[in-house]
């Protein structure tokens, strides 16, 4: 029989590879939820893939998404508003009878409270629990992706990046890992009431990404550790609201302090196979840092 998953913000960085490596499982009817339709205009192009138009801010748009929906991979966007739109979400999939969602949350939700984001993920997760419908949270490390999405421009531009992460480990996950993990959790059994602590193979400090990149690259890359204060006047210079600059540098502490350094097998034992290497990242993504 035939399931229909809704993927929220199937355009950002885990929901299209979601969508890409659901798009090719038997039986699996996917739903890209997009914030605009013309952002999500290529991901018509891949089989069983139907893109519906949805505003988490708006629940009107959200019902036609809803429709005849059995499961959710949720994602909220990196917001001050997240809470409120994943509560929003989750409503919507009750009165529409969804019967399990696998929510996209952040490492040690509950195990890092002094975090804004973990406070946030957990929150919601709560929700969902209260909620009455199955769930599975995948709780993912830091995304390999953030030094293609982020830091790219800098290295193409000067050959540098820019944290206040010192010497401190974190250990990296690739989005493609957590894809392979949710396109488990919402086609296999057995994940209803799991939450799945999502890591990559081992932790690395941003100097020794930054070597791995220049290998890739055939170019020197640095990593340049600049003090908390000066960190916060340049994302404050550049705009950023304050709400994310204080975020920012929470997570820039915990992972100077190795508070996120951890690793976990989960993804080998739900995908079947050994989770990308940074060193496999740097090579598959080397475009984007020349
Ligand atoms: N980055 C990390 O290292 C990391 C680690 C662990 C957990 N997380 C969690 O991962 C989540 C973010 O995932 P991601 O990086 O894949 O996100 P992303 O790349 O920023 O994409 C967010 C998606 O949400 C859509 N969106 C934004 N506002 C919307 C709205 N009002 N209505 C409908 N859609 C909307 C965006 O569409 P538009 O672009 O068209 O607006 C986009 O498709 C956050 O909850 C974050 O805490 C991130």
């Not at 304050?242 to 929470?250: D, G, H, S």
């Amino acid at each position: 029989m035939h399931s229909t998953i809704l993927v929220t913000g199937a355009t950002g960085t885990v929901g299209r590879e979601v969508v890409i490596q659901l798009s090719i499982i038997d039986d699996v009817r996917v739903r890209a939820g997009v914030h605009s339709i013309i952002k999500g205009e290529n991901l018509k192009r891949l089989p069983d893939v139907e893109v519906v138009e949805m505003d988490f801010k708006n629940r009107d748009s959200l019902h036609a998404a809803f429709t005849h929906v059995d499961k959710v991979f949720l994602i909220t966007p990196f917001s001050d508003d997240q809470v409120a739109m994943a509560k929003t979400l989750i409503d919507e999939a009750k009165a529409a009878g969804v019967k399990h969602i696998v929510k996209l949350s952040v490492i040690k939700a509950d195990a890092a409270p002094e975090t804004m984001i973990g406070r946030w993920h957990r929150e919601v997760e709560k929700y969902i629990e209260d909620s009455g419908i199955a769930y599975t949270f995948l709780r993912p490390s830091s995304f390999m992706q953030n030094f293609a999405n982020y830091d790219a421009a800098s290295i193409k531009n000067d050959g540098r990046f820019y944290h206040s992460t010192g010497s401190g480990r974190v250990s990296y996950i690739d989005v493609r890992d957590i894809a392979a993990v949710a396109v488990e959790a919402l086609t296999g059994s057995g994940h209803e009431g799991k939450t799945y602590e999502l890591t990559g193979p081992e932790a690395l400090s941003n100097q020794e990404a930054a070597d791995i990149i220049g290998e890739a690259t055939g170019r020197q890359v640095a990593f340049v550790d600049v003090p908390e204060e000066a960190a916060r006047n340049s994302m404050l210079q550049q705009h950023m609201p304050e709400w994310m600059v204080n975020a920012m540098l929470e997570l820039e502490q915990g992972y100077k302090q190795n508070r996120f350094s951890e690793t976990t097998d989960i993804v080998e034992q739900l995908a079947g196979r050994p989770p990308h290497s940074f060193r496999q990242f740097a090579q598959d993504y080397r475009e984007c840092f020349i």
